[in-house]
């Protein structure tokens, strides 16, 4: 969850940079995509903190939204026939302000940030703690070295050495 943070932290500040000190003026999808990043900075924040995996299901819908909207700027970018006037104030969603590599332009960054989040969501889904059914699948317990041990060691560690005397603890 830390780095699902991270990436939504740098997303933020990202965008912010280049709207406030480089000056490019927002269009009106960059906008859109700015809604969904910027509450993931402190969602995921907080969740990092309370090591809460169920933020998925909150954050996972905003990383979603802000990475379909992405792709449709992405899309945009190379194919600006098929704007349809969604943004009609403020720059066109077609203007390219650069492009890194002949493929990397902020919308690409954008959907690179949402889709990265959306992995780290993945891979912190099963933080779960062990159940003792878990636990009895195993012949070496090994509160130590799993995160998701965490809970059920503070808990019942001593109890599990006096309850359990041929699980090998380590």
Not at 51 to 56: A, E, K, L, M
Not at 74 to 88: D, I
Request: contains cysteine; charged residues 15%.
């Amino acid at each position: 969850l830390t780095a699902a943070w991270a990436v939504a932290l740098l997303a933020t500040l990202g965008s912010l940079y280049f709207s406030e000190v480089v000056r490019f003026e927002p269009c009106r999808l960059c906008w859109y995509q700015r809604i969904a990043m910027y509450p993931l900075a402190v969602i995921l924040l907080v969740a990092a903190a309370r090591r809460d995996p169920g933020v998925r299901w909150y954050a996972a819908p905003l990383a979603v939204i802000g990475a379909v909207i992405s792709t449709y700027h992405y899309v945009l970018e190379w194919f600006p026939q098929l704007e349809s006037g969604a943004c009609g104030v403020g720059p066109p969603c077609t203007l390219v302000w650069f492009r890194q590599f002949g493929f990397v332009s902020l919308p690409y960054l954008a959907l690179s940030a949402f889709l990265l989040i959306l992995a780290f969501l993945w891979i912190a889904a099963d933080g779960r703690p062990a159940t003792l059914a878990f636990l009895n699948a195993l012949d070496i317990v090994g509160y130590n070295y799993v995160d998701r041990w965490h809970e059920r060691r503070e808990l019942f560690a001593e109890q599990d050495r006096h309850d359990h005397p041929d699980w090998k603890m380590i």
